[in-house]
């Protein structure tokens, strides 16, 4: 029962901006997409929704 629960309740999680940029810089492909991508973060060029 609590398995239908959990299921339920994660399909209404809105991801937190703290997620959406860990799961941005999850995606680089190395280094320097992974340093470009930080920079981008700091200088608030990326907008997540």
Do not use: C
Not at 16 to 28: F, G, I, P, V
Not at 32 to 37: I, P, Q, S, T
């Amino acid at each position: 029962m609590f398995s239908t629960i959990k299921k339920l309740a994660s399909a209404f999680h809105i991801p937190s901006n703290a997620e959406l940029e860990e799961a941005y810089l999850n995606d680089a492909a190395d280094g320097y997409d992974l340093e470009y991508r930080m920079r981008q973060i700091d200088r608030g060029n990326v907008r997540f929704q």
